[in-house]
């Protein structure tokens, strides 16, 4: 890229992603009590005991990390994003990618950089794969569209997320099953500095390729944002905030101009 160190979450081939819930923070109690040599009652033994247990008990619930203990509508969030992120296939300039896409309005959404220099989108779905002719792609933002697969549908958020909000996000690794990751909103920033135009949304999450194009969720189950890269010195994904999208969808989608022969 141009002025950044950002890199590109499309991938060329790789393994299923596995997801894994944890609750961090819980800690073994301790059961050993310390001495000074005196003979004590077995009774008043007992009863310290029991104290140090329960001060232990209390003690480690208290230190439970409570983002990590995921609400009923957390989990369905989850449910949806994996149900709804479908694998996306394309030439990227001439290179076979895998990413993610997702459905909105009845568009189907990727990243460009996926799929730009071909003419169609390849969408896997839960019966068999359906090749989709591209009809738009953003000259200034990582969007590229085509008509609506059949798939489950989500629907944008109508602003981008605060500062600190917390969000999941969504995609195929290496082209594998879906997987799902929960992440914080870290701040906004121009994309000059990635090398890429419009505003980006910065994620503290880690993501991997095939990621590219997948959708970013609130806690109500709307996109905020399309994930499109991982910045590696910072810990940071970058995402394309709802905002540009809506309104790259409402005056452009049907630009079409092909940046690799540039």
């Avoid at 990390?65 to 996306?88: F, K, M, N, P, Q």
């Avoid at 993610?100 to 009845?106: D, K, L, N, Q, T």
């Avoid at 359906?130 to 697969?149: K, W």
């Avoid at 981008?160 to 995609?171: H, L, M, Q, R, T």
Wanted: proline share 3%; hydrophobic share 40%; glycine share 14%.
């Amino acid at each position: 890229m141009a002025n950044g160190a950002a890199r590109w979450v499309g991938s060329a081939i790789g393994a299923a992603g596995v997801i894994g819930l944890t609750l961090t923070g819980l800690h073994g109690m301790s059961n050993g009590m310390g001495g000074d040599g005196m003979q004590n009652d077995p009774l008043q033994n007992d009863a310290l005991q029991n104290d140090a247990l329960q001060n232990d008990a209390t003690q480690d619930l208290e230190s439970i990390d409570r983002t990590d203990i995921l609400t009923s509508d957390e989990i369905r969030v989850r449910a949806l994003a994996d149900a709804a992120t479908l694998g996306v296939s394309g030439l990227g300039c001439g290179e076979l990618l895998r990413g993610s896409g997702f459905v909105v309005g009845g568009v189907s959404y990727t990243n460009r950089h996926l799929v730009e220099g071909g003419e169609s989108i390849k969408f896997d779905q839960a019966v068999e794969p359906v090749l989709m002719p591209i009809t738009g792609m953003s000259d200034q933002l990582d969007v590229a569209a085509s008509d609506a697969v059949d798939a489950v549908t989500l629907e944008f958020a109508d602003r981008n997320p605060d500062i600190g909000s917390i969000v999941f996000v969504a995609g195929h690794a290496g082209g594998g099953d879906t997987r799902v990751e929960q992440g914080i909103v870290h701040l906004y920033a121009d994309g000059a500095t990635w090398g890429v135009g419009g505003n980006v949304m910065l994620i503290d999450v880690v993501t991997e390729p095939g990621f590219s194009g997948g959708p970013v969720l609130d806690r109500d189950g709307r996109v905020v944002a399309m994930l499109q890269g991982y910045e590696p010195t910072l810990a940071l994904t970058l995402a394309i905030p709802v905002e540009d999208l809506r309104s790259w969808s409402a005056v452009d989608r049907e630009a079409t101009i092909d940046r690799c022969r540039r």
